[in-house]
């Protein structure tokens, strides 16, 4: 709800999906966003998985590869897609 709140125009299948991975966290994810609205743009747009997926899991879970965030911070690699956002060029921020 904090999420829908905070982000109304966020897809809802996107929320679903942060709420879903992150729980109560999946605010805490796209904070990031309010400074940069960009983050919000998906990775891949056949997946729900957003850049601001790539900066939380470089601040809050010591993430540092690139590849790292695609197949184990994203579900990404579980559909066997590949980013076409540049996820080395989200970190760099």
Do not use: F
């Amino acid at each position: 709800m904090r999420l829908a709140r905070a982000h109304p125009d966020l897809d809802p299948a996107t929320r679903s999906h942060l709420a879903h991975l992150y729980g109560s966290l999946a605010a805490d994810v796209v904070e990031a966003a309010v400074h940069d609205p960009a983050l919000l743009e998906r990775l891949n747009p056949e997946a729900p998985d957003i850049a601001a997926q790539a900066v939380y899991a470089r601040e809050q879970e010591w993430a540092c590869k690139p590849e790292d965030i695609v197949r184990r911070r994203t579900t990404l690699g579980l559909r066997g897609l590949r980013p076409r956002t540049d996820v080395a060029e989200v970190l760099r921020g």
